[in-house]
Nanobody
């Protein structure tokens, strides 16, 4: 059992930066790959970034590659998403998720624990 709580969302102008945090609790956190997903109004939830259990491997959606960075501090039970060069199309509710395995994944199916989401709004 893993519980996740996101924070750090807000309003930012295009070209700006935000850092999202995900606080995790549960005995299996350090054994779980983690992911960030987002959902914009009228759209399906989509993959953003993922990181393996140890933090040694990461993978990003093409739309955010080079702009976003996912990281984790297992000793603190924390996962982060650093978002730079933000665009209006990045506006969405961002969700932190924990995988059922140690391997990173871009598939919603592979994640069995989800946070409540945090709103990110990028103005043009």
């Amino acid at each position: 059992q893993v519980q996740l709580v996101e924070s750090g969302g807000g309003l930012v102008q295009a070209g700006g930066s935000l850092r999202l945090s995900c606080a995790a609790s549960g005995r299996t956190f350090s054994s779980s790959a983690m992911g960030w997903f987002r959902q914009a109004p009228g759209k399906e939830r989509e993959f953003v970034a993922t990181i393996s259990a140890t933090g040694s491997s990461t993978y990003y959606a093409d739309s955010v590659k080079g702009r976003f960075t996912i990281s984790r501090e297992n000793a603190k039970n924390m996962v982060y998403l650093q978002m730079n060069s933000l665009k209006p199309e990045d506006t969405a509710v961002y969700y932190c998720a924990a995988s059922r395995s140690r391997s990173y994944s871009s598939r919603l199916y592979d994640y069995n624990y989800w946070g409540q989401g945090t709103q990110v709004t990028v103005s043009s």
